[in-house]
C-alpha cells in the first residue's frame, strides 16, 4: 500500500495584483482525496491565514457544470466557515484555467455566487456574500476586548458603535478615532482569542474612516493562528452590512477598503451595496505567488 499522491497546492494572493501585496491563500482545486486533516495540516504547513479546498459540486447545486464547486476553508489552527480572500484566490486559479465568467461556491456558510471578469488584462472577482445581520456586543465583552487589544475607550470613534457583523462569518467591528491608533496594534493574543472563542468571532474588523467611502482596516486573527490577516474579504462583507443597517451608508454606495500598508503587504477591497438586496459584493483583483 502507498499513500496517494499529494494534490498541487496553488498559491495566490488576493485583493491585490502584485504577490507581495494583498492576502496570500493556498488553493487546492481537487480535494476529493483528502480529509480533513490532512486539509488542516496543508494549511498549517503553508502557514497561510486561510487555504481553501475545493471538491466537485454536489448534484443539483445551482451553477453552470464545471462552474459549481463545494468549497472548505482552513486556517492552521481549524477551520472557518467561510473566507473571502481565499473564496477570490480559488476564483482566479480557476478563471485562469477555465476563463473569466459566473462560479458558484458551496460554503458552510451557504451558496457564494462570484464573477469573475477581465479588466486591462487582469483578472478580477467580485463576491456575493450570503445574507448578513449585526447584533449588538455586550458591555462586559466589549470592556473585554479593549482591554484585549489595549484600547482606551475614548480612542473608539463615537460615530460608529461597536457590533458583531456577519455575512459568512462573524466579526466584532471597532472603529478607531484616528489612523495613529490603528496604526498603534499591540495586543494580548491569548486574551483576544479567548474572547473570540467565547464569542464564535472569526476577526475583529478595525476601522478608521478616512471619507465618506474611504476606509483603513485591520483585523486581529487570532484563533486562526496568526497575529493579522493582511486583507479580509470576509470581514469587508460583514462591515458593508454593518454600515448600511446603521445608516452609515446609502442603501446604494461603493465603499473601498485599504488594509496590509502596516503589514507591507497593501492591498485593496471593494465593497459594493445595492438597494433592494441585503446581500454584499466584495471585489478585489488578485494574482498567482511564485
Known amino acids: 500500500m502507498t499513500n496517494p499522491p499529494r494534490p498541487e497546492v496553488l498559491r495566490y494572493t488576493a485583493f491585490s495584483s502584485d504577490p507581495e501585496g494583498g492576502n496570500p491563500a493556498g488553493v487546492v482545486l481537487d480535494a476529493t482525496a483528502l ?10 504547513d503553508l502557514g497561510y491565514s486561510e487555504s481553501a479546498f475545493l471538491t466537485p459540486a454536489a448534484e443539483g447545486t445551482d451553477g453552470r457544470e ?36 459566473e462560479l458558484v461556491f458551496t460554503t458552510r456558510a451557504g451558496t457564494v455566487p462570484v464573477e469573475v471578469t477581465r479588466e486591462g488584462g487582469a483578472l478580477r472577482a467580485t463576491l456575493t456574500s450570503v445574507e448578513p445581520h449585526i447584533e449588538d456586543i455586550a458591555e462586559a465583552d466589549l470592556d473585554e476586548a479593549l482591554a484585549a487589544l489595549d484600547w482606551p475607550a475614548t480612542d473608539l470613534d463615537p460615530a460608529f458603535p461597536p457590533r458583531i457583523a456577519f455575512a459568512g462569518a462573524r466579526h466584532l467591528v471597532l472603529a478607531a478615532a484616528t489612523r495613529a491608533r490603528l496604526a498603534d496594534l499591540a495586543y494580548d493574543f491569548a486574551r483576544l482569542e479567548a474572547l473570540m472563542h467565547r464569542l464564535d468571532l472569526t476577526t475583529v474588523q478595525l476601522v478608521w474612516r478616512e471619507s465618506a467611502t474611504v476606509f483603513h482596516v485591520r483585523d486581529p486573527f487570532p484563533v486562526g493562528g496568526v497575529v493579522e490577516d493582511p486583507a479580509t474579504g470576509a470581514a469587508a462583507a460583514a462591515f458593508g452590512a454593518y454600515v448600511r443597517e446603521l445608516g452609515l451608508a446609502p442603501e446604494d454606495a461603493v465603499l473601498t477598503l485599504y488594509q496590509g500598508a502596516d503589514l507591507g503587504r497593501p492591498g485593496e477591497l471593494t465593497v459594493t451595496l445595492r438597494a433592494g438586496d441585503p446581500r454584499v459584493r466584495v471585489s478585489g483583483a488578485g494574482t498567482r505567488i511564485g
Open 35 to 44: 480529509d480533513d486533516s490532512d486539509m488542516l495540516a496543508i494549511a498549517a
Open 66 to 101: 464545471g462552474r459549481a464547486y463545494g468549497i472548505r476553508y482552513f486556517s492552521p489552527k481549524a477551520e472557518v466557515p467561510f473566507c473571502g480572500h481565499a473564496t477570490v484566490a480559488s476564483a482566479i486559479a480557476l478563471a485562469e484555467q477555465t476563463g473569466p465568467g
